[in-house]
């Protein structure tokens, strides 16, 4: 590593384009600084919590049950859903 970037707190966007256009990074990085990473391994461990949207249609009154419950216990009613679920599912 050659000398140390110093990165100031920006006022806007502007600021922040106007820095990095004029910085020459290659005064403060070698390339000996930067290790190798294995990008397939880093995606497979982006993907083990993939999530899928999906619509569904469910009664009113079983929606505002939930969210009731969901206010109750002070929890986002869709996370409280998809506990109930996951909960349905590890049944069986």
């Known amino acids: ?28 990085f070698d390339a000996s600084d930067f290790k190798n990473f294995d990008i397939d391994e880093l995606m497979k461990d982006s993907q083990k ?6 619509t569904m249609r469910l009664p009113e009154r079983l929606v505002e049950k939930v969210k009731q419950q969901a206010s109750h ?16 599912s590890d049944k069986q």
């Open 1 to 28: 590593m050659k000398k140390k970037l110093i990165v100031p707190k920006f006022k806007n966007d502007d600021e922040e384009y106007e820095f990095w256009s004029n910085i020459d990074l290659s005064d403060y």
């Open 49 to 54: 919590n993939k999530t899928r949207r999906i």
């Open 73 to 88: 216990l002070d929890v986002p009613y869709q996370s409280l859903m998809k506990m109930y679920i996951q909960q349905g």
